[in-house]
Nanobody
């Protein structure tokens, strides 16, 4: 059974940091891309970042470049999203997802991901 467990969300002031974790079981990070998505109230889901060892790619949406860093630990089968310089606009529920596709520029297309974890709430106060 494939499971993705997202954690690490919380309440932080603007300018603060959080590190999200996505613990993956039932599939290998070597042949699946792991993406982070977020959805704010009243807004569409947005692809934030993706790491793919099979493609050798790391991708970010423009709004988080320079502030967020995605990484993975194969020994722990876990993907991290380090979020620095957080802004109120980053407030959302964050989800991790796994895809067996070669995503490249399509990393933010949610329907290309077969497995999804539950969300973790990130709230950034001004």
């Amino acid at each position: 059974e494939v499971q993705l467990q997202a954690s690490g969300g919380g309440l932080v002031q603007a300018g603060g940091t959080l590190r999200l974790s996505c613990e993956v079981s039932g599939l290998s990070l070597d042949d699946h891309a792991i993406g982070w998505f977020r959805q704010a109230p009243g807004k569409e889901r947005e692809g934030v970042s993706c790491i793919s060892k099979m493609d050798g790619t790391i991708s970010y949406v423009e709004s988080v470049k320079g502030r967020f860093t995605i990484s993975s630990d194969n020994a722990k089968n876990t993907v991290y999203l380090q979020m620095n310089s957080l802004k109120p606009g980053d407030t959302a529920v964050y989800y991790c997802a796994a895809s067996s596709w070669h995503l490249y520029d399509d990393f933010a297309v949610g329907k290309l991901y077969e497995y999804w974890g539950q969300g973790t709430q990130v709230t950034v106060s001004s």
